[in-house]
């Protein structure tokens, strides 16, 4: 982050956002346990008391980092998530959803180095991520698997073990071909996500 850029001209509310970004991409190198109130000002270019003006406490700050990942594109790919399972289109549906995951984890790769700081030193932000975005989406999910059983278009199976088996299989692919590079799908993202669909909905047929 440019230091300019939380400098005096900006707006309190430009200031405080521009302290959200560089927050996130400090926490996503070092963690948040390396990541202090002393390096956070020095990357904004402001002493810590002006950080205090903005937030009080370090939760506020974690709170803000949740609620500027939901502004990007989270809350549109869950509404688009409820309408397609309201349509009964179990392809568009997961195709939709594989496709979020993938969009959101490469426009947005702080976002998982965020999640696993914070699970691996759990931190209180893990728990937050956790209620705010997988809890959210998984409900989605396991409801339309439930859905599409009753309708007897799947196989009866356990709804919330296959929601976190789809969107693991999905994670894996993003995670080695976006975050380590490793390309160990030498396919399209398109010709993969249709696959890993194709795949999955297969396997829940009804006989």
Do not use: W
């Not at 190198?29 to 002006?50: D, I, M, Y």
């Not at 698997?145 to 693991?168: C, E, H, Y």
């Amino acid at each position: 982050m440019d230091t300019k850029l939380v400098s005096a001209k900006l707006s309190k509310a430009d200031r405080r956002k521009a302290i959200v970004d560089t927050a996130a991409q400090l926490f996503a190198e070092v963690g948040f346990r390396g990541g202090t109130t002393r390096e956070l000002a020095k990357r904004c270019g402001v002493s810590e008391p002006v950080l205090y003006e903005h937030f009080q406490t370090k939760s506020e700050l974690y709170a803000a980092i949740i609620d500027a990942s939901s502004q990007h594109g989270f809350e549109e790919g869950r509404e688009a998530l409820e309408r397609l399972a309201a349509g009964h289109d179990a392809n568009a549906f997961f195709t939709r959803l594989a496709n979020m995951i993938v969009e959101f984890q490469a426009k947005h790769p702080n976002y998982l180095r965020l999640i696993l700081f914070s699970a691996l030193e759990k931190h209180e932000l893990s728990e937050h991520f956790f209620e705010c975005h997988g809890q959210v989406i998984h409900r989605i999910v396991t409801g339309f698997i439930k859905q599409q059983t009753t309708l007897g278009a799947f196989r009866p199976v356990d709804a919330a073990l296959v929601a976190r088996g789809f969107m693991g299989m999905v994670l894996h692919y993003s995670l080695f071909d976006q975050h380590f590079g490793f390309k160990l799908v030498r396919a399209s993202r398109k010709r993969a996500i249709d696959s890993m669909v194709d795949v999955f909905l297969h396997g829940l047929k009804a006989k």
